[in-house]
């Protein structure tokens, strides 16, 4: 599935495939405030992308027998190669087959 972005002519391509985070790179400064390190650097499709910087994050909140907690959090990021990306890491994660996986690409912009 693709759409048109509001970024003149770039093209939105939606994935929801899972990402390899490469050991060692994640945020150290995040995971002291007890959320996910985004991942410097991570493969993706059997390529290596390092994250030039974070555009926008956020998350998303779920229910649970009336408690409200987060689900995901977001990351709208642009790589060394200009590639744009929305990751995010699952707080929760199912199994997919026998992969388990907490890292994902939502979509990609090119």
């Known amino acids: 599935m693709t759409a048109d972005s509001a970024s ?4 939105r391509t939606f994935v929801s495939e899972p990402m390899t985070p ?18 410097h650097t991570f493969s993706w499709r059997g390529e290596r992308f390092e994250v030039a910087r974070v555009i926008e994050t956020g998350k998303s909140q779920g229910e ?12 709208d990021i642009e790589t060394t190669s200009g590639l744009r990306m929305r990751v995010y890491f699952d707080r929760n ?5 026998s992969q ?3 890292w994902w690409v939502y979509w990609v912009e090119k």
């Open 8 to 11: 003149g002519g770039r093209r």
């Open 22 to 39: 490469e050991p060692g790179s994640g945020s150290v400064d995040a995971m002291a405030r007890g959320e996910p390190g985004l991942p």
């Open 64 to 75: 649970d027998r009336g408690d409200v907690y987060v689900r995901k959090h977001w990351y």
């Open 93 to 97: 994660p199912g199994k997919s087959g």
């Open 100 to 102: 388990l996986s907490r």
